[in-house]
């Protein structure tokens, strides 16, 4: 029979059975001294044997001994038995108790099963007492909420939810408090003004504020190299159809900046003295200042569209007034209201791409001069020139911006010889600025003869000039070529020399020169220097030594 049963404060899950065994013919089994049986114990939907489903437990019941004395056996089912007693008696109030029993003489033998099965009543469902509605308390599912031993509640589903069933609303402090909501700790809270602290913010959808939205954490305003940001998703929007202002809390020359993801900062606002920097992290140090990060990038382009009319740039004056710009077609005017000079507090170079002219006009029928107020060569509108106000024919000024070093492979770098006359005309380099030109024998293998140029020469004249090989050396022409033709290798050259053309650091002039003196000025990169040794015949000027993307400017007399 069932042992009585009651509810405690802490409800054990197990319910006692005790039982009397006989044999056949009625007697008492297991004697006075108690001998050992095998027992399983199983519930079941009903009393007969064979029949119904298992309750508990899941799997076939697991054997346990115990023993039995003058035909008793008492079992705390749940505690004496293997099984765990997991069985819910709120589910249903018929249940029925199946035992099977076997000898033991050190293992179980073959067990018999005693029928009818028993119902359990009353003493077994008092386990319902340790339950509401059948569920226990606990965190998991199917659980009654219960508070740990600092009155907290900790739920253990992997992603457990709070729901207000259909439209209701959720309330959190709802009843007068006070306090703050906090979620995981005091750096993210929602205080009973409605005021919400978070320590990051991310969103994937919008964020609404109908007043101001302030973006701060411990120490001031939140950009790249604070612990705390703000990542959008989607679009940060400012207000609606009104105009609405981004706002330091505090001025400083730093105030706000536009960084990369990796935290480098390459926009900086300055809300002390309203300016902006592009470029880099420090404090910008004009209104608009623009520092390129690297060699290669270009600091700042205008670009115009397509039929662009406007001017691309304009500088103006406090009034308003254009001090200077530049119209679509990159044309610059400088000083057309009221500025009557251009100066540099340095020297001033003005140059053309691929050595193309320079035009330098007046914008009506004045002059242009070059020089000083007292020595100067001026050139009116019609053209006519005067050299301290003295009319003249006779003087110029060539100009050699950006010269290569002299390069003995520069205009040809290999011709192969073949023993007859060979006339080179293709794979030809032209000189960068008029210029002589020299002739190597890389060989060494006895060839001579001469190597004849032809092209056209510093004043624009067509000529040849013929240079004599120097057998495994490197010699050098007297006429300074603007561009090369053709180059003929005569019949003495040996099948197995190789022959270069190159250029030297002779620059020709573009007018003919009457004498030594008649070189009176060069300029090496925006510096007077000593003029040269200079060939009169030839018209050229010896640099000796050029480096590359040297200027030079001769004044002379033809």
């Not at 573009?510 to 200079?534: C, E, F, M, R, W």
Request: aromatic share 6%.
């Amino acid at each position: 029979m069932p042992r009585v049963s009651f509810a405690a404060a802490g409800v054990p899950k197990a319910f006692s059975y005790q039982g009397r065994l006989y044999d056949a013919s009625g007697n008492l089994l297991g004697g006075s001294s108690g001998t050992t049986y095998c027992f399983k114990f199983s519930l079941w939907d009903g009393a007969t044997v064979g029949a119904g489903s298992r309750l508990w437990p899941a799997s076939s019941p697991t054997a346990a001994q115990l023993s039995v004395r003058n035909g008793v056996f008492s079992a705390n089912i749940g505690i004496d038995t293997p099984d765990a007693l997991t069985y819910n008696f709120y589910d249903s109030d018929t249940v029925y108790l199946q035992v099977e029993v076997a000898t033991y003489a050190g293992s179980c033998g073959s067990y018999e099963t005693l029928s009818p099965r028993k119902q359990l009543v009353a003493a077994p469902y008092a386990i319902n007492s340790g339950t509401v509605g059948g569920a226990a308390a606990g965190t998991g599912a199917g659980n009654v909420l219960k508070l740990d031993g600092s009155g907290n509640i900790n739920l253990s589903a992997s992603s457990p939810q709070v729901n207000a069933t259909g439209s209701n609303a959720l309330t959190l402090q709802g009843g007068g408090g006070t306090g703050d909501v906090q979620f995981f700790n005091s750096s993210n809270k929602i205080t009973s003004s409605g005021a919400a602290t978070v320590a990051s913010l991310s969103v994937t959808g919008s964020i609404t504020a109908g007043a101001d939205l302030s973006l701060l954490n411990g120490s001031g305003i939140v950009t790249a190299s604070n612990a705390s940001d703000i990542a959008v998703n989607g679009w940060l929007k400012l207000g609606s159809s009104s105009a609405k202002t981004i706002r330091p809390a505090a001025d400083s020359t730093t105030a706000l900046s536009f960084a990369t993801s990796g935290g480098t900062k390459f926009v900086v606002l300055d809300s002390t003295n309203q300016r902006v920097g592009i470029g880099s992290a420090s404090a910008p140090v004009a209104q608009l200042h623009v520092q390129t990060t690297a060699v290669g990038t270009v600091g700042l382009i205008v670009q115009a569209i397509s039929g662009q009319t406007a001017d691309l740039e304009r500088w103006l004056d406090s009034t308003g007034g254009v001090l200077a710009s530049v119209d679509a077609s990159g044309g610059a005017l400088f000083g057309s209201v009221s500025t009557t000079s251009l100066t540099s507090s340095g020297a001033l170079a003005i140059s053309s791409a691929s050595n193309g002219n320079i035009t330098i006009y007046p914008n009506g029928s004045g002059s242009v001069k070059i020089g000083s107020a007292s020595n100067n060569i001026t050139i009116d509108a019609s053209g006519a020139q005067t050299n301290n106000g003295t009319a003249s024919t006779d003087r110029s000024v060539d100009y050699f911006p950006n010269v290569s070093a002299a390069d003995p492979a520069a205009v040809h770098a290999a011709i192969t010889c073949t023993g007859g006359t060979l006339v080179v005309s293709t794979g030809i380099t032209q000189p960068d600025v008029p210029r002589t030109l020299s002739i190597t024998d890389t060989t060494g293998d006895g060839t001579n003869g001469q190597v004849t140029v032809s092209g056209v020469l510093a004043d624009g004249s067509s000529s040849s000039e013929n240079i004599t090989i120097t057998d495994g050396g490197i010699s050098h022409g007297q006429k300074a070529f603007a561009s090369v033709a053709s180059i003929t290798l005569p019949a003495s050259c040996a099948s197995t020399s190789t022959i270069s053309v190159g250029t030297d650091d002779k620059l020709g002039l573009s007018n003919p020169l009457h004498g030594q003196n008649t070189v009176y000025k060069v300029n090496k990169n925006a510096t007077d220097i000593a003029v040269p040794t200079v060939n009169t015949t030839t018209s050229t000027v010896d640099f000796s030594t050029i480096t590359t993307s040297d200027a030079f400017s001769v004044w002379y007399k033809y």
